[in-house]
T-cell receptor
């Protein structure tokens, strides 16, 4: 009965490769997010989708492309991976109302060799 | 710099003691939220306080908000070893959307 689940949990790959991370939520929320947490634990929003429409794009490189096939899923595809992409990526969801708490997945730890 | 900045960055206490951490922010907010992150896990929402509220309680948690000073505090009373985690504040803007801006967190270690 996991609320927000993302796969894979760990991703180890080489520079230049393309990879995808999947996220699904079963909470019936309208809005989903991708965050990046760096090695110093700073958490920064990357994207937000509301009912399959992109509403937040925080000047993330074009190599990162989110895709939302339906409001329960938000996947993240990354092209031409770079060393600086190494981080933990978190998916989250919430109701589409200002001031609603966000529910997070357990993260995908991406390591670039 | 981060919208929300926590202080201290790290805190070590004995079980049973209280833990207090502070958060400062820069712009006007609609609400401020506190989250906990256990090692290797995602963030878990603890408590939300709206800009027109000054204090809120949830179990052993007490949150205050001072909008004139643009600061908030989280107090954990009678701490337990299971409270060992990183704690983050996040601010929600007055603008539309639910974009949260997180601080760098306070790492709390509760020693048994």
């Amino acid at each position: 009965d996991t609320a927000v689940s993302q796969t894979p949990k760990y991703l180890v790959t080489q520079m230049g490769n393309d990879k995808s991370i999947k996220c699904e939520q079963n909470l019936g929320h309208d809005t989903m997010y991708w965050y990046k947490q760096d090695s110093k634990k700073f958490l920064k929003i990357m994207f937000s989708y509301n009912n399959k429409e992109l509403i937040i794009n925080e000047t993330v490189p074009n190599r990162f492309s989110p895709k939302s096939p339906d409001k329960a899923h938000l996947n993240l595809h990354i092209n031409s991976l770079e060393l600086g992409d190494s981080a933990v990526y978190f998916c989250a969801s919430s109701q589409d109302v200002i001031g609603q708490p966000q529910h997070f997945g357990d993260g995908t730890r991406l390591s670039i060799l | 710099s981060q919208q929300g900045e926590e202080d201290p960055q790290a805190l070590s206490i004995q079980e049973g003691e209280n833990a207090t951490m502070n958060c400062s922010y820069k712009t006007s907010i609609n609400n401020l939220q506190w989250y906990r992150q256990n090692s290797g896990r995602g963030l878990v929402h603890l408590i939300l306080i709206r800009s027109n509220e000054r204090e809120k309680h949830s179990g052993r948690l007490r949150v205050t908000l001072d909008t004139s000073k643009k600061s908030s505090s989280l107090l954990i009373t009678a701490s337990r070893a299971a409270d060992t985690a990183s704690y983050f504040c996040a601010t929600g803007p007055r603008a539309a959307g639910n974009k949260l801006t997180f601080g760098g967190g306070t790492r709390v270690l509760v020693k048994p």
